[in-house]
Structure formats: structure tokens, C-alpha cells
């Protein structure tokens, strides 16, 4: 990965308590049905019982592959609006399709339990003291992600997402150097706040970054409305990010931002989309599929695509399906290919889509269509029923639809 995001995010279950399914909950986002799991888990390390929710990209149980993982603390605020940014995201290419985890908590105060201990400038406690992030750190890596990891397919590629105390977890993830979470994600953290009488968070973010390489720290908080606190946050920001530059790791990626015009919480949005953003440039995912299906070899050109930009991140990169309202996906542009009566190279282009998606009632009926086209009728009825069978399994909405499409091919069969 070219680029690793500190995020403040992330969940842990209990290897030996006992997991509930309280929930599941099907919804339509970005045009498509995703699926939403509540789990109710107890944990040794916390001695309590976790709420845990999991939201699973569109066609979960039709796919194969793994997805990176978007770990939220501060589930109650944070999951439904990171959810739906990275599922309309992806729907997109904007960034890959990912499992979104969030750790709610029961009450405000028990957020502090994921606090750093740390005073203000002007010897203020905040956050009633702190609590223990290592333990949490713990829980995640020892009991929740191993967990998940036998009933979830997680790719090992974890974003890590804090909001205000639950910030210090993020930073005891970073502070600690571990490999566990390649992304971290800290909003309205405090980097001025002092751990120590004489060392700041950011001081001590600056002193992990030997730690680290191919990480990105993204920080976001949003700008005081008083003209002479802002100045003082200000200016520890800039140095802050000066002191970075002077020691920045080789592909190492800090951002620091004041979002102008955005309370402490109110920068969720504006933060959590520069986030994304840095994580996933849009100009290395935007792949352009008209420049694709104008190559000499559309096949070739998506797979060399998916390829370069999984070894960049450092972990499988797959281009969408299907998608709502746009051709950028491996089932609409097999349409413009028939469309323009490139059905050699439309053959190849499905086939290379359905290395990705074996189980792709849609592609499965893309080459039906190539195969009807280029005047092959059995080959063309063979894979129509592929689609209906894959339909069928997974109760895919266009089961009716390829019925009937195959008593057209059987008719004109015949003739």
C-alpha cells in the first residue's frame, strides 16, 4: 500500500465468551441491498458484554473475495454516516468496497474508558482522567478481530477512526507501532493536549513515526470560534507539521487539517471525507472505462489496472460488478463493448470479470448476450442458464427476467 491512513476506528471480541446475533437488518445503499449485523459479545479483557455492529459491502454472501475493514469507535455517532460514505464511495471508485465495524458505547462517559490521560495547557484534566486504550487495543487484537475473522471474510487492511477521547485510542495504536491497523483516522483530537508536563500528543505522534512506514495519520478537528484560542491551535498545528516534514518516513503520509466554519463534532463530515480522500486519491482510482474499452485489449487493460493498484495498497483490489447509475463496472461496460459490436473483445472483458466474480449472474448473462450476438446459440443458452442457476442460489431480483430471455433463445434456437 502506497499510502497507510491513521483512522480512529476499530472493535475486538472474546476468543472464548459467547457471541449473539441480536440483528440483521437488510437495506438498499447506493442503489443496492446491503446487510447490517448487530453482535452482542462478551469479553474477558473488558469483563463486559460489547455491542458490535457490522455492516457488509452490496452482494456479501454472493462474493468471495475478502474486504478491508473501517473500524469506528464511537459506533453510536459514527457507523451509520461512515456506512454510507464508503458504500456510495465505492459505488463510485472512489475507494474499495469495505466492511464497516462500530464499537458503540453505552453512555457518553463510557467513551472516556478509550481516553488518553491528558491536561490542556492550562492544567485542565480532560476527559475525567482518561482511561486504558491499551486494553482496548488488546480486546481488539487478542479477542473481537479474530473473532469476526472467523465469520467475516476481513482483508488485511484496517482503518482505524476516533472521534474527540476515543481519539486516544487511535493515537496509543500509532504511539505503539503495531501493524495491526495500516490507517488512522483521529478527529477533533488535541494534538496540543499534553500526555506529560512537557510532551504534547503531537510530540509524541512525532516520535512513533520511526515506528511506521507506508502509514497515513490523517487528523481533522474543526477551528475555534474564538479568534485567540484558533490562533494558538493554529500555530501548534503548523508546527506540528513542520516538525513532520523535517522527519517524514519515505511513503509516509500526514495530513493535519482545521476544517473552517465546523464545530468539535461537527467536522465529522467534512473530516471523514478528506480522509477517504487521502487515502484513496481520486486520480489513482477513477479508473477511466472509456479509455479501457477503446484499448486494443479491454481485458487485458482492467486486469493490468487491478493489478498495479492491488500491489500499491497491498492488498486485492477488485473493479465493481455492477453498479447504480454509471458504466464504470465490469457489467455496464460489457454492454457499451456489445453496444459498439466489439464482441471478440467483449467476450474476453466478461471472462476477465469472471475471474473476479465466479459467482456474477450478471456477467454470467453479458456473455450469453456476446455469444447470441456472434451468432453461437448454444453457447449463448449454456450461459443463460449458468445465470439462472446463480440467480436462483442467490435470489437475485432478475431470475424472472433471464427466464424469460432464455424462452426468446430457445425459440429463435430452433429456427
Do not use: C
Not at 453512555?107 to 474508558?113: A, P
Not at 486504550?133 to 482483508?155: H, I, V
Not at 477488485?318 to 465490469?330: A, V
Request: charged letters at 20%; aromatic letters at 12%.
Amino acid at each position: 500500500m502506497k499510502h497507510t491512513l491513521v483512522i480512529i476506528a476499530f472493535f475486538s471480541i472474546s476468543l472464548i465468551q459467547a457471541q449473539k446475533q441480536l440483528h440483521t437488518l437488510k437495506i438498499k445503499s447506493a442503489g443496492e441491498k446491503t446487510i447490517i449485523h448487530q453482535l452482542q459479545l462478551e469479553s474477558e479483557i473488558l469483563k463486559e458484554s460489547r455491542d458490535v455492529y457490522i455492516s457488509l459491502p452490496p452482494n456479501y454472501d454472493k462474493n468471495i473475495q475478502s474486504y478491508p475493514v473501517v473500524f469506528v469507535l464511537d459506533g453510536e455517532f459514527l457507523f451509520d454516516v461512515t456506512r454510507s460514505m464508503t458504500t456510495l464511495w465505492a459505488s463510485r471508485n472512489y475507494m474499495p468496497e469495505s466492511i464497516v465495524i462500530g464499537l458503540p458505547n453505552m453512555s457518553n462517559e463510557k467513551r472516556f474508558d478509550l481516553a488518553l490521560k491528558v491536561k490542556g495547557a492550562n492544567g485542565n484534566v480532560y476527559y475525567h482522567g482518561g482511561g486504558d486504550p491499551k486494553k482496548y487495543l488488546r480486546f481488539f487484537e487478542k479477542e473481537l478481530f479474530p473473532m469476526l475473522a472467523k465469520k467475516y471474510r476481513l482483508a488485511k487492511n484496517r482503518t482505524l477512526i476516533g472521534l474527540s477521547p476515543t481519539s486516544g485510542t487511535v493515537y496509543q495504536a500509532f504511539f505503539s507501532g503495531s501493524n495491526f491497523f495500516q490507517v488512522f483516522i483521529a478527529m477533533n483530537g488535541g494534538i496540543t493536549s499534553f500526555l506529560a508536563p512537557n510532551k504534547t500528543i503531537g510530540d509524541e505522534l512525532i516520535a512513533s513515526l520511526d515506528k511506521h512506514d507506508n502509514t497515513v495519520l490523517y487528523l481533522g478537528a474543526g477551528a475555534q470560534s474564538d479568534p485567540k484560542r484558533e490562533k494558538v491551535r493554529l500555530l501548534g498545528q503548523q508546527q506540528f507539521l513542520q516538525r513532520v516534514q523535517e522527519k517524514k518516513q519515505k511513503g509516509t503520509k500526514i495530513v493535519s487539517e482545521r476544517h473552517k466554519n465546523e464545530s468539535g463534532y461537527g467536522v465529522v463530515i467534512p473530516a471523514l471525507t478528506n480522509a477517504f480522500k487521502t487515502i484513496y486519491p481520486r486520480d489513482e482510482w477513477l479508473l477511466d472505462y472509456w479509455s479501457v474499452m477503446d484499448s486494443k485489449n479491454p481485458a487485458l487493460a482492467l486486469k493490468a489496472y487491478y493489478a498495479q493498484l492491488s500491489t500499491q495498497y497491498g492488498f486485492q483490489i477488485y473493479p465493481l460488478e455492477s453498479g447504480f447509475n454509471t458504466i464504470s463496472n465490469l457489467y455496464h461496460a460489457a454492454r457499451i463493448l456489445l453496444r459498439n459490436k466489439k464482441v471478440t473483445a467483449a467476450k474476453e472483458f466478461i471472462k476477465q470479470g469472471l475471474v473476479y466474480y465466479p459467482n456474477s449472474d450478471k456477467l454470467y448473462f453479458r456473455l450469453s448476450q456476446a455469444y447470441q450476438q456472434d451468432q453461437q446459440l448454444k453457447e449463448a443458452v449454456q450461459y443463460l442458464n449458468k445465470a439462472i442457476t446463480l440467480a436462483k442460489k442467490h435470489q437475485q431480483k432478475e431470475t424472472s427476467f433471464y427466464t424469460n430471455e432464455l424462452q426468446k433463445l430457445m425459440l429463435l434456437q430452433k429456427k
